[in-house]
């Protein structure tokens, strides 16, 4: 009996569990397409992005993780369309892959509200690439502060360059200003001898009344004092109206900055539009109950490409919805149960964390809320926990013992010359 294919489009949470659900099943051949050989640990990104970590550390090879799994092969590409009249998937060489079942995952990239050229002084964060650009961009700011304070008198220059602004206060946002914080306060502190990183500036902006706009508004209070201990200025009701080299415009307001970093959202991938089906605002592919497409039981759409209501709400696009959506779609493949009598997707909420800072995060299960040391050390555990690989949770929880005890970030360190950033 000829064996049954399944291509998996993105190995984020959502595709890697999918993945893993279909490892080793009998009748079953896999093909996992993703742009970059690795599954990547986002939610530990911006520690790299804040030299907490480094990329080895959040990340694994592809191939290595299924390494065993003989009916599962990994092929390194761009997928360019998805053709469901011939089912196949197109990739940017013009190769086809036919499929039995489709699993798109294939993520989503920070959307910049119409205004793309800001991408150009405002990077995201959501791949490797992006992190070790923002780390550089940190890092060499302070260098750049350094020798402008040896040779010149320009103030103003290296005070835009000591200034650093963060657009969206979600949970990103939250941690990448408290991680900038702490590198300028307690890092980089007698690290230079002609500037002073304790009178670094960090702004956090949003758009709305609150911080972290999911949680409960006494966590969000909460975030935000404890974010203002750490000289965070945080500023919320606030609109950007024009990012620039220069700085960031905030209404009839100006800030001048050379480090303006982006949170404020995101949008699904371009390629959902080639399946020609419902799509909500950002992009996202409205999904049925369990999880296929309105119209092709065949093909499935999880993780931040899709868009689900349950209980009148839309699930969010965080990694344990991704991860249980590819564990059930996967089950659902395996089990090769018709369309009709397939079970509704539920997802089980577990709650939410963010990070703050050292020792201090947030905790929200169910009624259960926490903050403060205890919180944290959940958070911790939580994320080494859902690590892929022994080595990575090993060497992540090194990093943290060590950072408990010295406050040092110690992957401080800039690949291009100090030069070169001058001369771009």
């Given amino acids: 009996m000829q064996s049954q294919h399944v291509v998996i489009i993105g190995a984020g949470f959502g595709g890697l569990n999918a993945a893993k659900a279909l490892a ?37 090879p592809i191939r290595e993780i299924f390494r065993k799994d003989k009916n599962i092969k990994t092929l390194m590409a761009m997928v360019k369309t998805i053709n469901r009249s011939e089912k196949v998937v197109v990739l940017d060489d013009n190769q ?55 040779e010149t008198a320009d103030k103003s220059l290296i005070e835009s360059l000591l200034t650093f602004v963060v657009i969206g206060a979600g949970p990103t946002g939250v941690e990448m200003a408290g991680a900038i914080a702490e590198i300028a306060h307690q890092s980089l502190k007698r690290n230079f001898r002609a500037i002073d990183p304790g009178k670094t500036k960090v702004y956090l902006i949003e758009g709305s009344d609150q911080v972290l706009n999911s949680y409960p508004r006494k966590l969000a209070d909460y975030a935000v004092r404890d974010l203002e201990k750490k000289r965070v200025t945080v500023l919320l009701n606030t609109r950007v109206t024009d990012v620039n080299a220069e700085g960031v415009a905030i209404g009839k307001e100006f800030i001048h900055a050379h480090n303006i970093i982006w949170a404020a959202g995101n949008e699904a991938s371009t390629l959902l539009k080639t399946l020609d089906v419902p799509c909500d605002k950002s992009g996202r592919v409205i999904v049925q109950p369990d999880l296929s497409l309105v119209d092709d039981p065949a093909v499935f759409v999880i993780g931040d490409a899709a868009f689900y209501r349950e209980n009148e709400r839309a699930l969010p696009a965080i990694a344990p919805v991704a991860l249980q959506e590819g564990r059930f779609v996967g089950n659902i493949i395996c089990k090769k149960i018709p369309a009709d009598k397939r079970p509704v997707f539920h997802y089980k909420d577990r709650g939410m964390m963010a990070n703050i800072g050292k020792f201090d995060a947030l905790v929200l299960s169910g009624p259960l809320q926490s903050t403060g040391f205890f919180a944290w050390l959940a958070w911790c555990f939580v994320h080494i926990y859902f690590l892929i690989g022994f080595r990575n949770k090993l060497l992540v929880f ?23 950033k001058m001369q771009n």
Wanted: aromatic share 14%.
């Fill in 96 to 150: 086809e892959i036919p499929y039995d079942y489709l699993i798109v995952a294939s993520g989503a990239r920070h959307s910049y509200f119409g205004q793309n050229q800001w991408e150009t002084f405002a990077p995201g964060l959501k791949t490797l690439d992006d992190a070790l650009q923002v780390r550089e961009m940190i890092l060499t700011s302070f260098e750049l502060a350094e020798k402008l304070a040896e």
């Fill in 24 to 60: 080793n099943q009998p009748g079953f051949s896999v093909t996992i397409i993703d742009k970059t050989n690795h599954h990547l640990f986002q939610p530990l990104l911006y520690q790299v992005a804040t030299a907490a970590l480094s990329p080895g550390d959040i990340a694994m």
């Fill in 398 to 420: 090194t990093q943290w013992v060590f950072y408990f005890f010295r406050g040092q970030r110690n992957v401080r360190l800039i690949v291009r010359p100090v030069k070169e």
